[in-house]
C-alpha cells in the first residue's frame, strides 16, 4: 500500500534514496487535487481494463538496481541521477510496481514535494506538466516497473533547470492554481 508523506527537503547527494519523511502525511484525496491518481491493482487483467480506458496502447517493463547495470556503480548512478532530477513530460506519465518499491515525488501547488512511496501492485498516474522525480528506497534500492504509453515508448523528460515551461506545462500549472 502507498505512503504520502511531505518530504523534508533535506536530501543530499548522497541520501536521496533515504525516506525523508517530514512526519506530515498527505491523503490521497490532497494528492487528486493536483492530479495526481493513486491505483491498487492486483490483477493483469485490472492493469489491462486501465490500459484500455485510458487508451494506452503500449508498455514496456523498467528493472532499476545495480544488477541490472551489470555491476556498473557509475551507469547505475548515472541513471539515479537522471531519474532524480526534477522534470515533467508532455503526456501523463502511468507506473505500475511489479516488485520492488520506490519513490516518486511530486510538487504540490505550493511547489513542496510530496513523497509517495510505492510498493508491489502500486500504480500512479501523473498528470501531463507535473514537476516529479523518482528514486529507489535505500532499504531495497531495487524495482521492476511498468512503463504505460499512450503511443509508442517514447521518454522525453525537460528537466526543471532547463527553464522551458511549454503549452502543456503552463496549462497544468493553471489547472492548480488555488
Ligand atoms: C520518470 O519518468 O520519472 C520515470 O520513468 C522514473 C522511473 S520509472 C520506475
Ligand atoms: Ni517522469
Redesign the pocket.
Known amino acids: 500500500m502507498v505512503e504520502v508523506y511531505y518530504h523534508d527537503n533535506k536530501d543530499t547527494i548522497d541520501d536521496f534514496t533515504e525516506p525523508h519523511n517530514s512526519g506530515v502525511p498527505v491523503s490521497l484525496d490532497t494528492l487528486s487535487k493536483i492530479g495526481v491518481f493513486y491505483r491498487q491493482i492486483k490483477t493483469q487483467e485490472d492493469l489491462d481494463n486501465l490500459a484500455t480506458q485510458r487508451d494506452y496502447k503500449n508498455r514496456d517493463e523498467?528493472n532499476?538496481n545495480l544488477a541490472a547495470f551489470n555491476n556498473d556503480i557509475n551507469a547505475y548512478n548515472a541513471k539515479m541521477q537522471q531519474?532524480y532530477k526534477e522534470?515533467y513530460?508532455e503526456d501523463e506519465?502511468i507506473?505500475y510496481i511489479v516488485d520492488g518499491e520506490?519513490y516518486?515525488d511530486v510538487r504540490d501547488e505550493n511547489d513542496k514535494w510530496i513523497r509517495t512511496k510505492l510498493n508491489k501492485y502500486d500504480l500512479l498516474i501523473l498528470p501531463a506538466g507535473i514537476y516529479?522525480?523518482?528514486t529507489l528506497t535505500d532499504d531495497l534500492k531495487y524495482?521492476r516497473?511498468v512503463?504505460l504509453f499512450k503511443d509508442e515508448p517514447k521518454?522525453e523528460?525537460i528537466n526543471r533547470d532547463t527553464g522551458k515551461e511549454s503549452e502543456v506545462r503552463l496549462s497544468y500549472a493553471q489547472s492548480i492554481v488555488v
Do not use: M, T
Request: zero cysteines.
Open positions: 523498467v532499476l531519474f522534470h513530460h506519465e507506473r520506490g516518486f516529479h522525480r523518482f524495482v516497473a512503463r521518454w523528460a
